[in-house]
């Protein structure tokens, strides 16, 4: 039971890659963001954390193959969650400037949530499921705060990147259920 659990939540995960080439808002899709010239800065430290859901998506297959990840392919997955967390770190820079506590308390919120979550995984869960976990919990703050940011103007993107908001989570809480309510032994 708990093997199809996770083929199906794999299976779902497969819109998180969708959504990088998709418009989420005003036409820019996060793959526009880190790709064009025109739309870096700002954008990109937005568009970037999007790209998590490759080494989630990857993450998950070989937990689902039951294949131990190597100590550097942990190293290299936790040092992208933690990446992605200070492009977050310099977007909340530049919410700061700009006095906006609406825009910092929605920042801070899920990521002082992820940067928890991190924590606890890494003592609770086996190597592999937590390096899982910091991935799915260092992509949730920038896609909490564009899915709010942004609400209105959605495009395909963001109602793919609400989806896997959802998905990510419940995949989260099963994970943080117990060491083998995922699915791994």
């Not at 083929?7 to 969708?18: A, R, W």
């Not at 992605?84 to 310099?90: I, K, P, Q, R, T």
């Not at 793919?160 to 032994?185: C, D, P």
Request: with cysteine; proline share 5%.
């Amino acid at each position: 039971m708990r093997f199809m659990m996770r083929k199906y939540l794999l299976i779902l995960g497969i819109p998180s890659i969708v959504l990088l080439f998709l418009p989420y808002t005003g036409g820019v899709s996060p793959w526009a963001t880190v790709s064009s010239g025109s739309w870096r800065g700002i954008l990109s430290l937005l568009g970037g954390p999007f790209f998590l859901s490759i080494p989630i998506l990857i993450a998950q297959a070989r937990m689902l193959l039951k294949r131990p990840f190597s100590k550097g392919e942990r190293a290299t997955y936790r040092l992208l969650a933690c990446a992605a967390l200070a492009a977050g770190l310099a977007f909340l820079g530049i919410l700061w400037k700009s006095s906006d506590i609406l825009g910092i308390l929605i920042w801070c919120i899920p990521y002082a949530a992820a940067v928890g979550m991190m924590i606890l995984s890494a003592r609770k869960l086996n190597p592999e499921e937590a390096t899982t976990v910091a991935l799915q919990a260092a992509w949730l703050p920038n896609a909490i705060w564009c899915a709010i940011s942004f609400w209105g103007s959605w495009q395909t993107g963001a109602y793919l990147a609400a989806f896997t908001i959802v998905l990510y989570a419940v995949e989260i809480t099963l994970s943080m259920r117990g060491k083998n309510a995922a699915g791994f032994s």
